[in-house]
């Protein structure tokens, strides 16, 4: 199994550019299941969650082609219905399949989703909003049937903002006979690009970019061609990192995706130069602490707590952090005290005693987020860090050691 090596408390400088967006691409690859025809989308990480979901693709029945960021997907030759456990259980994106299927076909039969070891993230809100369209749910043998002769519209609402569920019932209700709103969905920039393609594609929906969504059904649609956006939480990361390390340049960035996080970073005392594409970052020497609470779109995200944390550590006093999207979404925690951090926990908040001098350890990834935060915490740490179970890190970030290596990091890849 690989691990990180790292070297620690070396500054960096240069520039990186952000990929493109994990958690938009994945949407956009499950709507090429609502037409036939060549799909084109550029600017496709890759990762191990995009490979498993073309693998996903492929075994529906659909052709690809990928090379330097560059998808083709033929969904013309599309065969089964069904999203299999031994997929589904490492990647709970692999659930966006169920909503284009059902609006195309009439039928999905999708395993319960798996992922990421830390918390509950039902898919009841996608399960409702599908019988809200008038489809069928039969659970039987850990698999999730849906069926549906014909979609009909309806008005569906999220207690909460669900991504995933925005998406999906997006994808099932451009197909479906009539009119469907959705209220309270969710508004983050993949949401919205989801949108955007499905009206190029010949949806027709209304209200984009907003919480109230209204969808006017179609018969059909026509294949996509779109590039990416960039990755928002790749972007925030590497803010972050720089917050304390050292000069960066952010490349191929969209900075109004990132309002709340850079001003976090001016409170805390950081100096940024936004500008149409690129955001620099320059090191903070006195790094002041700023609590912070995430919340949905446009909200500090989730997908950046952990990171944060992982900077705080080293501020000039405590700060407290409230993760109110997924209340036990601290596992990372535990490992950054390993490598000196000061943290104590009460229930979904966080309080972090800094300054403390972070010193190298071996520590262990256990989700997406976390593997960045422990990369973070390595690289301010003086002294040799090994971070273990990194296939997680890879699931997210594109090459993220390399672009750290550009940077100036000590960092290399090794079997562990």
Not at 17 to 34: D, F
Not at 132 to 147: Q, S, T, V
Not at 207 to 231: A, Q, R, Y
Not at 232 to 255: H, R, S
């Given at each position: 199994?690989?691990k990180?090596?790292?070297?620690?408390?070396?500054?960096?400088?240069?520039s990186?550019?952000?990929s493109?967006?994990?958690?938009?691409?994945?949407?956009?690859?499950?709507a090429?299941l609502?037409?036939?025809?060549?799909?084109?989308?550029?600017r496709?990480p890759?990762?191990?969650?995009?490979?498993?979901?073309?693998?996903?693709?492929?075994?529906l029945?659909?052709?690809?082609?990928?090379?330097n960021?560059?998808?083709?997907?033929?969904?013309?030759?599309?065969?089964?219905?069904?999203?299999?456990?031994?997929?589904?259980?490492?990647?709970?994106?692999?659930?966006?399949?169920?909503?284009?299927?059902?609006?195309?076909?009439?039928?999905a039969?999708?395993?319960?989703?798996?992922?990421?070891?830390w918390?509950?993230?039902?898919?009841?809100?996608?399960l409702?909003g599908f019988?809200?369209?008038?489809?069928e749910?039969?659970?039987?043998?850990g698999?999730?049937?849906?069926?549906?002769?014909?979609?009909?519209?309806?008005?569906?609402?999220?207690?909460i903002p669900?991504?995933g569920?925005?998406?999906n019932?997006?994808?099932?209700?451009?197909?479906?006979?009539?009119?469907?709103?959705?209220t309270?969905?969710?508004?983050e920039p993949?949401i919205?690009?989801?949108?955007?393609?499905l009206?190029?594609?010949?949806?027709h929906?209304e209200?984009?970019?907003?919480?109230?969504?209204?969808?006017?059904?179609?018969?059909?649609?026509?294949?996509m061609?779109?590039?990416?956006?960039?990755?928002?939480?790749?972007?925030?990361?590497?803010?972050?990192?720089?917050?304390?390390?050292?000069?960066?340049?952010?490349k191929?960035v969209d900075?109004?995706?990132?309002?709340?996080?850079?001003?976090?970073?001016?409170?805390?005392?950081?100096?940024?130069?936004?500008?149409?594409?690129?955001?620099?970052?320059?090191?903070?020497d006195?790094?002041q602490?700023?609590?912070?609470?995430?919340?949905?779109?446009?909200?500090f995200?989730?997908?950046?707590?952990?990171?944060?944390?992982?900077?705080?550590s080293?501020?000039?006093?405590?700060?407290?952090?409230?993760?109110t999207?997924?209340?036990?979404?601290?596992?990372h925690?535990?490992?950054?005290i390993?490598?000196?951090a000061?943290?104590?926990?009460?229930?979904?908040?966080?309080?972090?005693?800094g300054p403390?001098k972070?010193?190298?350890a071996?520590?262990?990834?256990?989700?997406i987020r976390?593997s960045a935060?422990?990369?973070i915490?390595?690289?301010?740490?003086?002294?040799?860090?090994?971070?273990?179970r990194?296939?997680?890190?890879?699931?997210?970030?594109?090459k993220?050691?390399?672009?750290f290596?550009?940077?100036?990091a000590?960092?290399?890849r090794?079997?562990?």
């Amino acid at each position: 199994m690989d691990k990180l090596v790292v070297n620690g408390a070396k500054e960096l400088s240069g520039s990186v550019e952000i990929s493109g967006a994990k958690n938009a691409v994945l949407p956009l690859m499950a709507a090429t299941l609502l037409t036939e025809g060549e799909h084109s989308i550029n600017r496709v990480p890759d990762l191990k969650d995009t490979r498993t979901f073309l693998n996903l693709l492929e075994m529906l029945g659909a052709k690809s082609t990928y090379n330097n960021g560059d998808l083709l997907v033929d969904s013309s030759t599309i065969n089964s219905v069904e999203a299999p456990y031994d997929l589904v259980k490492t990647m709970r994106a692999s659930f966006y399949v169920m909503g284009p299927l059902l609006g195309r076909f009439g039928e999905a039969r999708v395993s319960l989703p798996g992922g990421c070891a830390w918390g509950p993230r039902p898919v009841d809100y996608h399960l409702k909003g599908f019988e809200n369209l008038g489809a069928e749910i039969i659970l039987e043998k850990g698999y999730i049937i849906a069926r549906a002769k014909k979609l009909k519209g309806a008005l569906i609402h999220f207690d909460i903002p669900s991504v995933g569920a925005t998406a999906n019932i997006l994808m099932a209700s451009v197909l479906a006979e009539g009119k469907t709103q959705i209220t309270n969905a969710a508004i983050e920039p993949h949401i919205v690009q989801l949108c955007e393609v499905l009206n190029e594609m010949g949806a027709h929906i209304e209200g984009v970019g907003s919480n109230i969504l209204f969808v006017n059904g179609v018969e059909k649609l026509s294949p996509m061609k779109v590039e990416t956006i960039p990755d928002m939480i790749e972007a925030g990361t590497f803010l972050i990192a720089g917050a304390t390390l050292g000069n960066i340049t952010l490349k191929k960035v969209d900075p109004t995706h990132l309002n709340i996080v850079i001003r976090k970073l001016e409170q805390a005392g950081c100096e940024l130069v936004v500008n149409d594409n690129s955001i620099t970052v320059n090191k903070c020497d006195k790094l002041q602490p700023v609590d912070m609470t995430t919340d949905v779109h446009p909200g500090f995200p989730t997908d950046l707590q952990a990171q944060w944390v992982a900077l705080m550590s080293v501020a000039n006093g405590s700060s407290h952090i409230t993760d109110t999207i997924y209340h036990d979404r601290f596992a990372h925690v535990p490992e950054l005290i390993r490598l000196g951090a000061d943290i104590s926990l009460n229930k979904n908040m966080a309080l972090i005693r800094g300054p403390k001098k972070l010193k190298g350890a071996q520590v262990m990834s256990t989700d997406i987020r976390a593997s960045a935060s422990l990369l973070i915490g390595a690289l301010i740490a003086e002294g040799e860090s090994e971070i273990s179970r990194i296939y997680h890190i890879d699931r997210g970030y594109e090459k993220i050691e390399e672009k750290f290596k550009l940077l100036g990091a000590d960092i290399r890849r090794e079997n562990g």
